[in-house]
């Protein structure tokens, strides 16, 4: 029997992807081998309310956004992320509540990763690996309704190019996992539009707490998880005239689940806003809970 279960484990680590855990809120950590495809499914759904203006906004939008990664080899993969959004802002204008709506494919996201630096241990291994993406103006910026113009936080697209680039490490044991991120994002100005800039800095904590009892295959893994996502942005600039009701610095704990087996990985996490320091009357955040589903192949 101990045999046959040293074969399966050769035979399942050289011919079949095997998946590991990986961070839910952020993708530059998701792990893809050499020749192998990932594709990672996401429903996010973000709430914000709270609303300082006297508009009494409140902010509704459900994403399913679309991973796909490829492995070029053992240090280079690149991904290519789009997203469908679907946004509901309400709120009071001249005595009247009203609803204005969008909905359809969002920018395209495609970046680059590469592992500069790996060191294996005893059943241990750490990585870093810098990155660097393109967020392209694929969707429509100028949406309008039977009131107007859309508002831009309704709007699928910034209509402008964002670069973006960071790191992120790995250090990851057969019991668990940290992954930790930097990155920074600037965008271009459009139809006389400027998202503010982006700092953030990401980390995600995976913990093995139960496994299959099976003796003749690879187990299944049930990991508890926990993550921080700490943003700062800048304001942003209309007519090259700053927005001081925008952005500010967010400060989330996230609270996950994440069930992994040899070919797919389904996960859950709620982010918990704990600080909201923001600009003027820039919308606050409720919380933002996303699931997803992950393949290799």
């Known amino acids: 029997m101990k045999n046959t279960i040293i074969f399966i484990g050769f035979f399942y680590s050289y011919y079949i992807p095997i998946l590991y855990s990986a961070p839910i809120s952020f993708n530059t950590a998701l792990p893809v081998a050499q020749g192998e495809y990932l594709i990672r499914e996401q429903i996010i759904i973000n709430r914000s309310g709270d609303d300082p203006s006297g508009l009494e906004r409140n902010r509704s939008e459900n994403n399913v956004v679309t991973t796909l990664g490829y492995g070029i080899n053992h240090q280079w993969t690149v991904f290519g992320t789009l997203p469908y959004r679907d946004i509901n802002l309400k709120l009071d204008t001249n005595n009247t509540r009203v609803t204005r709506s969008n909905r359809g494919f969002a920018d395209l996201t495609i970046f680059a990763r590469y592992i500069a630096y790996k060191e294996n241990y005893k059943a241990k291994t750490f990585r870093v690996a810098p990155f660097l993406g393109l967020k392209l103006p694929t969707a429509n910026d100028s949406a309008n309704d039977n009131l107007g113009n859309l508002p831009r936080t309704t709007q699928l697209s910034s209509g402008a190019h964002d670069i973006f680039a960071g790191v992120v490490l790995t ?34 904590y995976q913990y093995r707490i139960w496994r299959t009892a099976s003796t003749d295959s690879i187990p299944d893994y049930l990991y508890a998880v926990l993550e921080t996502n700490l943003i700062h942005q800048e304001k942003n600039r209309v007519n090259n005239a700053t927005d001081d009701n925008s952005n500010g610095r967010r400060l989330f704990i996230s609270p996950g689940i994440q069930y992994v087996t040899m070919r797919w990985i389904v996960e859950f996490a709620v982010q918990l806003p704990i600080v909201q320091d923001l600009n003027g009357t820039a919308l606050k955040n409720s919380y933002i809970a996303r699931s997803s589903f992950r393949y290799n192949f």
């Open 171 to 204: 250090w990851q044991s057969l019991l668990q996992q940290i992954d930790a991120q930097i990155s920074y994002r600037m965008s271009k100005e459009s139809n006389g539009f400027e998202i503010g800039r982006i700092v953030r800095f990401d980390g995600s």
